[in-house]
């Protein structure tokens, strides 16, 4: 038999130590060498098509500051819009939106060049050329649109110069861009200033389709004789 020594014990400790180190640092090693994750940067130009209608809340209306829930008055105010009552058969399959670079898009039937701001997954798309509203339009529907540019420079004819915005979510891949629909009628009393006037009754109507969100702060502006329907959905866009 064969009694281990004082000092070959310590030798049988010191190898054991030794082998709880290597493997530690083999751990470590092996770890560190493991790949990470790397997002597959976008590629430019890219074409996003159209791919399906979301559809949100339906159709809101609202009597001066009021909302009506009567489906019934909802029905017969929007009845012979185009617009509303959207469904998925509304999407055209060639709409879409091209990334010509990280900062710059283009959408076809709808504005030609638009710079690009990403914010996490928010993209504001922001037109290049000036459009041109009138001030009565401004007031009239220009501030419905949560994001939108200060009127600028007035033309000849007193309107006045914009950028058209429109915001989306997600990725360079895959972008839902909201839309909204509006109706709004306003009607009133017009009193003529001049020497022999006297006034007299006025009725305006304004329907729209509006690559934006609305802006719920726009319901504050409406008077006992203002009436406004609004259908909030959003088209998803995919490359294919």
Same mark, same amino acid.
């Given at each position: 038999?064969?009694?281990?020594?004082?000092?070959?014990?310590?030798?049988?400790?010191?190898?054991?130590?030794?082998?709880?180190?290597?493997?530690?640092?083999?751990?470590?090693?092996?770890?560190?060498?493991?790949?990470?994750?790397?997002?597959?940067?976008?590629?430019?130009?890219?074409?996003?098509?159209?791919?399906?209608?979301?559809?949100?809340?339906?159709?809101?209306?609202?009597?001066?500051?009021?909302?009506?829930?009567?489906?019934?008055?909802?029905?017969?105010?929007?009845?012979?819009?185009?617009? /509303?009552?959207?469904? #998925?058969?509304?999407?055209?399959?060639?709409?879409?939106?091209? !990334?010509?670079?990280? @900062?710059? %898009?283009?959408?076809?039937?709808?504005?030609?060049?638009?710079?690009?701001?990403?914010?996490?997954?928010?993209?504001?798309?922001?037109?290049?050329?000036?459009?041109?509203?009138?001030?009565?339009?401004?007031?009239?529907?220009?501030?419905?649109?949560?994001?939108?540019?200060?009127?600028?420079?007035?033309?000849?004819?007193?309107?006045?110069?914009?950028?058209?915005?429109?915001?989306?979510?997600?990725?360079?891949?895959?972008?839902?861009?909201?839309?909204?629909?509006?109706?709004?009628?306003?009607?009133?009393?017009?009193?003529?200033?001049?020497? /022999?006037?006297?006034? #007299?009754?006025?009725?305006?109507?304004?329907?729209?389709?509006? !690559?934006?969100?609305? @802006?719920? %702060?726009?319901?504050?502006?409406?008077?006992?004789?203002?009436?406004?329907?609004?259908?909030?959905?959003?088209?998803?866009?995919?490359?294919?």
């Amino acid at each position: 038999m064969h009694v281990i020594t004082s000092s070959e014990s310590g030798n049988l400790s010191s190898e054991t130590l030794f082998m709880k180190y290597f493997i530690l640092a083999l751990f470590v090693a092996v770890a560190a060498c493991k790949p990470e994750r790397i997002d597959k940067a976008p590629e430019f130009p890219a074409d996003l098509y159209i791919t399906k209608v979301n559809k949100k809340a339906g159709i809101r209306l609202f009597i001066n500051k009021i909302e009506i829930k009567d489906k019934a008055v909802i029905d017969a105010f929007v009845a012979g819009e185009r617009n /509303f009552h959207v469904e #998925s058969r509304d999407v055209t399959a060639e709409d879409k939106i091209s !990334f010509l670079s990280a @900062d710059t %898009a283009s959408m076809e039937n709808l504005y030609n060049k638009m710079t690009v701001s990403k914010t996490g997954d928010q993209f504001i798309f922001r037109s290049v050329s000036d459009h041109w509203i009138s001030p009565n339009d401004t007031q009239q529907f220009f501030y419905m649109y949560k994001y939108r540019s200060e009127p600028g420079r007035s033309r000849y004819d007193g309107k006045l110069a914009v950028n058209m915005m429109v915001v989306g979510y997600g990725d360079y891949s895959n972008v839902e861009l909201s839309v909204f629909n509006y109706k709004i009628v306003r009607a009133g009393y017009y009193r003529d200033d001049s020497y /022999f006037g006297s006034g #007299s009754l006025y009725r305006s109507v304004a329907t729209g389709k509006v !690559f934006n969100e609305f @802006d719920e %702060a726009y319901l504050q502006t409406l008077t006992k004789t203002d009436t406004l329907a609004i259908e909030e959905y959003s088209y998803t866009f995919k490359v294919r």
